[in-house]
Every structure is written in structure tokens, then in C-alpha cells.
């Protein structure tokens, strides 16, 4: 059973739960109700992918180069799972170097915000989730990240008590619950949109994310210059 104590050892909890679970697969688990549901691996299609490494690679690319002062690098392996990208004060390729101070992931999809969250308290560095779709930009800092596995946590608790007690909450999730169950509909998920359609608002939407990324890594920055200059005076 999961033992929670909520604000105090979250990184502890968080470990313990990252044994069992992917940092993708918690957001599944904060927003479906019933205790008993377990997540499919639902990978994405080969279209997707590539639609999701197109974007990746232009943004971290553009960024670069509107942004000679910082390195970027793709596909950051953190303890727990990667980060599409990450920006630094040099060339960094490993989850351990100091010179990191923002992580990037790109959504071209659903986007998730459990799984920023947990890169963002295991390492105290704030993440940037870019919301292809939209143009849109979340910041996930350390509070805001504790409160979102905070309720993470809770929420799983309490799950765990409905299971030790058999109580099942059935609903549309049944169709992509990979549980053995009565409730457990025959068809299961199928990707039934067209991939491309979406395409050319992701493509659409790259400058913006980068400009809104650039602003927000400048501010990041100077933050940074400032609390050394404190620190100095």
C-alpha cells in the first residue's frame, strides 16, 4: 500500500511509486477514477512519432539559434524516464550536470502534466510543457509541481482503499484499462483521427513556442545574474 504524507518526503513517495509506475503513465492514474484501472502501453503511431520528433527537432534547433548565450540538447535521460530538451549554460548530455536550469517537452498531443511535474521535483528545475496544438506555453515550477503529485499521491491513496474494499468505478476508461475485468469492454483504443490533419497547425505554431521559450529561458537568466549579484553584494 502507498503511504502518503503529504508535504513531507515527496521524493521519497515519488521513488517508491516510480518502481511500479512510468512518469507517463501517472497522469493516467490522477485522471481515470476507478482503483482497480491499469494503464495499456498505447504506443503512438509511427505518424505521431514522427510528427513529435519534426516539432521537437525545429523548436530546439530555432531556440539555439535565437539564443547564442545558452546550449541546448535533445532527449535528456533523467532517473526516471527523458526530457525532449533541455537548455544550459554549456553542452550538457547528462540528468546530473549543474548547468541546467529549464527542461522542455514537447506535446503535439495530449498534454500532460504529471509527468513534468515529476522531472521538475526529482531535479528542483523548472519545465516548460509547449502545447503544439494550441501555441500555448506551461510553466511547471517546484511548488506548482508539488502540489500536482500532491494530489497525485492523494488521489492514489484513496484509490487504495476503494480497491482493498473491491469497490469499481466503471466508466468510458473501462476501453482502455488493460485490467482483467467484467467491466473491461471488447473494443479497445484505436486512433481513429487522421494524423497529418493536425500537422499543419503543430508546424504553424513552432515560431511562437520558440519566441514564448527564448522569453521565458531570458528571464531565467536574469534571475539567475541577479541572485549572484545578491550573493556577491
Given at each position: 500500500m502507498i503511504e502518503v504524507d503529504v508535504g513531507r518526503n515527496i521524493r521519497n513517495e515519488l521513488r517508491k511509486l516510480l518502481k511500479t509506475y512510468r512518469p507517463s503513465q501517472l497522469d493516467e492514474q490522477l485522471t481515470t477514477a476507478c482503483p482497480?484501472?491499469?494503464?495499456?502501453?498505447?504506443?503512438?503511431?509511427?505518424?505521431?512519432?514522427?510528427?513529435?520528433?519534426?516539432?521537437?527537432?525545429?523548436?530546439?534547433?530555432?531556440?539555439?539559434?535565437?539564443?547564442?548565450?545558452?546550449?541546448?540538447?535533445?532527449?535528456?535521460?533523467?532517473?526516471?524516464?527523458?526530457?525532449?530538451?533541455?537548455?544550459?549554460?554549456?553542452?550538457?548530455?547528462?540528468?546530473?550536470?549543474?548547468?541546467?536550469?529549464?527542461?522542455?517537452?514537447?506535446?503535439?498531443g495530449n498534454v500532460k502534466l504529471v509527468q513534468p511535474a515529476i522531472y521538475t521535483i526529482l531535479r528542483g528545475t523548472k519545465t516548460l510543457v509547449a502545447e503544439l496544438r494550441t501555441g500555448d506555453i506551461l510553466t511547471i515550477n517546484v511548488s506548482l509541481a508539488e502540489k500536482i503529485v500532491e494530489e497525485l499521491l492523494e488521489h492514489m491513496k484513496a484509490q487504495e482503499i476503494l480497491r482493498e474494499s473491491g469497490k469499481k468505478i466503471p466508466g468510458s476508461e473501462c476501453r482502455y484499462c488493460g485490467?482483467?475485468?467484467?467491466?473491461?469492454?471488447?473494443?479497445?483504443?484505436?486512433?481513429?483521427?487522421?494524423?497529418?490533419?493536425?500537422?499543419?497547425?503543430?508546424?504553424?505554431?513552432?515560431?511562437?513556442?520558440?519566441?514564448?521559450?527564448?522569453?521565458?529561458?531570458?528571464?531565467?537568466?536574469?534571475?539567475?545574474?541577479?541572485?549572484?549579484?545578491?550573493?556577491?553584494?
Open positions: 482497480f484501472y491499469e494503464p495499456e502501453n498505447r504506443e503512438l503511431t509511427s505518424a505521431y512519432r514522427l510528427i513529435h520528433d519534426m516539432a521537437k527537432s525545429k523548436i530546439l534547433v530555432k531556440l539555439q539559434m535565437k539564443l547564442d548565450e545558452i546550449s541546448v540538447v535533445s532527449e535528456l535521460p533523467l532517473e526516471f524516464g527523458r526530457v525532449d530538451g533541455a537548455a544550459g549554460n554549456e553542452i550538457v548530455l547528462t540528468s546530473k550536470d549543474s548547468d541546467i536550469f529549464l527542461f522542455i517537452e514537447i506535446k503535439t485490467a482483467d475485468c467484467e467491466f473491461r469492454e471488447s473494443v479497445k483504443w484505436k486512433w481513429s483521427v487522421d494524423p497529418l490533419k493536425s500537422l499543419p497547425d503543430i508546424l504553424g505554431n513552432v515560431d511562437t513556442v520558440v519566441d514564448k521559450i527564448a522569453a521565458e529561458i531570458s528571464r531565467e537568466i536574469q534571475n539567475r545574474s541577479k541572485r549572484v549579484c545578491e550573493a556577491e553584494a
